[in-house]
């Protein structure tokens, strides 16, 4: 009898030490996760407020982004050990034939339709975020890297063509908040602050007489810079070991180039006016991408 009381004693100091350590067992758990989704968005880069102050200089009256709607594929790769979690996210979009249209301000007005050719961007991203759980819900911040990279280009390839390349890469700071809305429904927010900077490569040829070439040249050569911040907005619906999600995605910019500068051959009034654009190209535009999304996340 004596032993059987000494066990029960034993059992009843035991269990909340046991039921600690199995807790801190399962919040060390490492839990892997993947993820898609799809981005309908609007694009408005920054190359079109540059294009619309450029030719203003020579009166002329510039229309916002046509046919700017595009789509992404987001892939998501993430991992959480207990209070830290780890993801690398990807996303790229290409708008084919985006256009606008300008006017001549004068006597006898002239009114035109311009395309930019390709435009596209791809976004990459590698966060760490610690989370700090409260009575309900979760904060999360931490830091990570963004990549940042923008192409346009047009022409044949052999008598005229613009390629233009932008390629960055910088810090951004994060902070992440889950509320759980019952059982199955999980609000979520997030929120970055980044600052990309990286090279540019630039070509324009074309076979207007006199024949141009334009390169980029200087010491340091140019380079590109995004400075601003991301909104993520979305509901989670657990479906088993998968998530099923909407949300909104607002990212926005400004974006300049640092060390602008362009030489031509021949040089002429033409290539003046590409160098004497070095103040508009430095000053800092609004770059803008936005959209709702559809996706799933399941657990490995």
């Given at each position: 009898?004596?032993?059987?009381?000494?066990?029960?004693?034993?059992?009843?100091?035991?269990?909340?030490?046991?039921?600690?350590?199995?807790?801190?067992?399962?919040?060390?758990?490492?839990?892997?996760?993947?993820?898609?989704?799809?981005?309908?968005?609007?694009?408005?880069?920054?190359?079109?407020?540059?294009?619309?102050?450029?030719?203003?200089?020579?009166?002329?009256?510039?229309?916002?982004?046509?046919?700017?709607?595009?789509?992404?594929?987001?892939?998501?790769?993430?991992?959480?050990?207990?209070?830290?979690?780890?993801?690398?996210?990807?996303?790229?979009?290409?708008?084919?034939?985006?256009?606008?249209?300008?006017?001549?301000?004068?006597?006898?007005?002239?009114?035109?339709?311009?395309?930019?050719?390709?435009?596209?961007?791809?976004?990459?991203?590698?966060?760490?975020?610690?989370?700090?759980?409260?009575?309900?819900?979760?904060?999360?911040?931490?830091?990570?890297?963004?990549?940042?990279?923008?192409?346009?280009?047009?022409?044949?390839?052999?008598?005229?063509?613009?390629?233009?390349?932008?390629?960055?890469?910088?810090?951004?700071?994060?902070?992440?908040?889950?509320?759980?809305?019952?059982?199955?429904?999980?609000?979520?927010?997030?929120?970055?602050?980044?600052?990309?900077?990286?090279?540019?490569?630039?070509?324009?040829?074309?076979?207007?007489?006199?024949?141009?070439?334009?390169?980029?040249?200087?010491?340091?050569g140019t380079r590109g810079v995004f400075f601003g911040y991301e909104h993520n907005l979305s509901l989670g619906f657990a479906v088993g070991n998968a998530e099923i999600m909407l949300g909104y995605r607002y990212i926005r910019s400004e974006f300049w180039f640092e060390h602008y500068y362009v030489n031509g051959l021949p040089?002429?009034?033409?290539?003046?006016?590409?160098?004497?654009?070095?103040?508009?190209?430095?000053?800092?535009?609004?770059?803008?991408?936005?959209?709702?999304?559809?996706?799933?996340?399941?657990?490995?």
């Amino acid at each position: 009898m004596k032993r059987l009381v000494l066990v029960a004693v034993l059992l009843t100091l035991s269990t909340p030490v046991l039921a600690q350590e199995a807790s801190e067992d399962e919040s060390s758990q490492v839990q892997w996760r993947v993820g898609v989704s799809y981005f309908g968005l609007a694009y408005r880069p920054a190359i079109h407020e540059t294009t619309r102050i450029s030719l203003a200089l020579s009166e002329q009256v510039v229309t916002s982004l046509k046919n700017n709607e595009a789509y992404g594929y987001p892939l998501l790769l993430g991992v959480r050990f207990g209070h830290l979690d780890l993801e690398l996210t990807h996303y790229d979009f290409t708008l084919p034939d985006a256009y606008f249209d300008t006017a001549f301000v004068s006597v006898v007005p002239l009114a035109f339709r311009s395309k930019y050719g390709t435009l596209r961007r791809q976004e990459n991203e590698l966060n760490a975020a610690y989370f700090f759980a409260f009575d309900g819900w979760s904060l999360g911040a931490g830091a990570g890297l963004r990549h940042i990279r923008t192409f346009s280009g047009d022409g044949d390839g052999v008598s005229s063509y613009v390629y233009d390349d932008v390629s960055t890469l910088g810090p951004q700071a994060i902070g992440r908040l889950e509320v759980p809305l019952g059982d199955f429904v999980t609000l979520r927010y997030g929120f970055d602050l980044f600052y990309t900077r990286g090279r540019r490569k630039f070509e324009s040829v074309s076979n207007l007489i006199p024949f141009s070439f334009i390169w980029l040249s200087g010491a340091h050569g140019t380079r590109g810079v995004f400075f601003g911040y991301e909104h993520n907005l979305s509901l989670g619906f657990a479906v088993g070991n998968a998530e099923i999600m909407l949300g909104y995605r607002y990212i926005r910019s400004e974006f300049w180039f640092e060390h602008y500068y362009v030489n031509g051959l021949p040089y002429s009034s033409m290539f003046r006016a590409n160098l004497n654009a070095a103040a508009i190209q430095t000053t800092s535009h609004p770059d803008r991408v936005e959209g709702l999304y559809f996706g799933i996340t399941t657990d490995l």
